[in-house]
DNA sequence: GGTGCCATGTAAGGGGTTACATGATTAT
DNA sequence: ATAATCATGTAACCCCTTACATGGCACC
């Protein structure tokens, strides 16, 4: 059984070879809000892959700076189209925000617009990010990839409005006090 | 640094003592959807806690069987305060089905509306578990709790509008497809 | 007498992050 | 020159799940 990691590895080099150093930051602008990972997952795993025959290295040296490509090989594209032909199982979340205001029935009520409102913001810097990738690479990417862009922007926009709606609830006369970006 | 699953058995013992046992039923049917927990946390993580003096465990069998009750020390009520009243900070999720969608590119669209379906589907399940949570535990659980609770419903409501919205625009003039649950 | 729930725990392992270490290259 | 970026990697640690082990109790 391969990671997610190793899955999302094998969906990068579909296009083409990469680099760990390149999947890493098509990470970051891609995959990232819903499905992350670092250096000290990406290196191992490549090895490890290469080791299983799923993908090959290429020593592709830049002046004297080393550098790795790793490219599918036909098993891992095999494996690949396994993995995405099949059901996606795992779906989960940990909402710290969340989990303190679940707690939060002895506090008050301005303490806890106070968390809504921080969860709201934060929100709102996840929506900023997705927007600058889309402004940055969204003529570039595909149908699907794009897809997954919009589900995360919808995302970000619902949480936003049920913490805005949360907040009317507990302060329904007061809607002058919600900080910043309205 | 306390880790999320201790402030979640802080978070619990808040309202009166538990045992272990009580305290993962208390997660399955409410936290459960945005922040899980197994045994092998639990009881670990009560010992620790009562060796920094956060909780306190008693012994109290029912008949033969063992079972130890913990409960909030001045503390952890302290603690478990301090956590509530700072802004949550980590927000994650995993979602697979979604990972698979980024990299169908080269699927057919059947392909595609099935693992949206699949997805969909899943949602479904979700939203019936918390709607059972509602039936039986809604008339007894607070303000913040009801409130989650309802997080978690129009969030699984979002995504199943957001499943159907991508289905449709795969597949515009089929709209007879989509199995079950309609 | 068996099934299912109550109750507690441990061992092994997986998956992941953080911090650190090293060095080349490019831009300012 | 120095900061940022390219590039690869490892060690330590954290958090968590799964599987296993044990035994009491209740009900049919």
């Known amino acids: 059984m391969l990671s997610n990691t190793a899955h999302v590895i094998l969906g990068f080099l579909q296009y083409g070879p990469l680099s760990g ?20 997952q990406i290196y191992p ?11 090959t290295g290429t020593a592709k040296a830049r002046g004297q700076r080393a550098r790795t490509e790793y490219e599918l090989t036909d098993a891992g594209r095999e494996r690949l189209d396994e993995w995405l ?42 929506l900023d990010r997705l927007h600058a990738i889309e402004n940055t690479v969204a003529k570039q990417i595909g149908r699907s990839e794009q897809m997954t ?13 049920w913490y805005e709606r949360s907040v009317a609830a507990f302060d329904p006369r007061d809607r002058s006090k919600s900080k910043g970006r309205n």
Do not use: C
């Not at 795993?45 to 993908?55: D, F, I, R």
């Not at 679940?102 to 106070?114: C, D, P």
């Open 21 to 40: 150093y390149e999947i890493k930051q098509k990470i970051d602008v891609s995959t990232r809000f819903f499905f992350a990972a670092s250096y000290g």
């Open 85 to 126: 032909r099949s059901p996606g199982v795992t779906l989960e979340m940990r909402d710290e925000g969340l989990l303190k205001l679940f707690f939060s029935e002895r506090l008050s009520n301005a303490e806890i617009t106070s968390r809504l409102d921080e969860m709201r913001l934060a929100r709102h810097a996840a």
């Open 149 to 161: 862009l919009d589900y995360g922007v919808a995302l970000h926009e619902f949480a936003i409005a």
């Open 45 to 55: 795993e490549l090895k490890q892959l290469e080791h299983s025959g799923l993908v």
